[in-house]
């Protein structure tokens, strides 16, 4: 007769457990913009719903009313879902000012060979060592490395005639970029040859003597 009470007792901090409160989406939002501020690359919606405890289809619904927010009120970034995973962005049409204002010498910004060397390879990729080094005119070891480091570049792969490891940019490079696929980079710079003449270029230099200079970095 005593086990009766115990068996209730025992029962009161299971319904009190599941006695839950599902957030609504006035409150997901600003939870969900302050993770994103922060995410150093492309979060999946199953994450981040995991992150501020709310269904997955609900959290999925709040993403896309802040993606049509900030198209709507005109902002300077943009929320999309590149890759499978959710990540801020800047505007395509905010590009130039950007990439002017790394080029004028803002912090952790490439060097002028960095930058060069790395819009070789978004061009021309997958592409060796050397026929960077003969589009530049200057050994690129010192560059390549540092792009390696930063991850914006990797090695992919081998030239077939050459056995050369190939080099080819990376989805944290299109991200940093605001870019979804290689197909939006903007039109190739007046600056760097256009890619069928840079080809028959590479072509004559095949067999000439390696380029020999001091690297640029």
Do not use: C, K
């Amino acid at each position: 007769m005593t086990e009766e009470p115990q068996d209730a007792v025992m029962d009161e901090p299971t319904e009190e457990a599941t006695d839950e409160v599902t957030p609504t989406a006035e409150d997901l939002a600003p939870q969900l913009e302050a993770l994103l501020l922060v995410a150093e690359e492309a979060v999946p919606t199953a994450t981040l719903a995991e992150a501020v405890g709310a269904p997955v289809p609900l959290t999925e619904e709040v993403l896309a009313s802040l993606a049509a927010f900030y198209d709507e009120t005109g902002r300077g970034f943009q929320l999309r879902d590149v890759g499978g995973g959710w990540r801020l962005a800047t505007r395509p049409e905010h590009h130039e000012l950007l990439s002017r204002w790394v080029m004028e010498g803002q912090a952790n910004r490439l060097t002028q060979a960095g930058l060069e060397t790395l819009s070789v390879i978004a061009y021309l990729q997958p592409v060796s060592r050397s026929r960077v080094s003969a589009v530049r005119g200057v050994n690129v070891e010192s560059a390549v490395r540092t792009l390696l480091a930063r991850d914006l570049v990797t090695e992919e792969g081998q030239d077939d005639q050459t056995g050369a490891a190939l080099l080819r940019t990376t989805d944290y490079f299109l991200e940093r970029i605001g870019l979804t696929s290689l197909d939006d980079l903007p039109p190739i710079a007046p600056r760097l040859p256009d890619a069928s003449a840079l080809e028959a270029e590479l072509a004559q230099l095949a067999g000439g003597p390696e380029i020999s200079g001091a690297d640029d970095e």
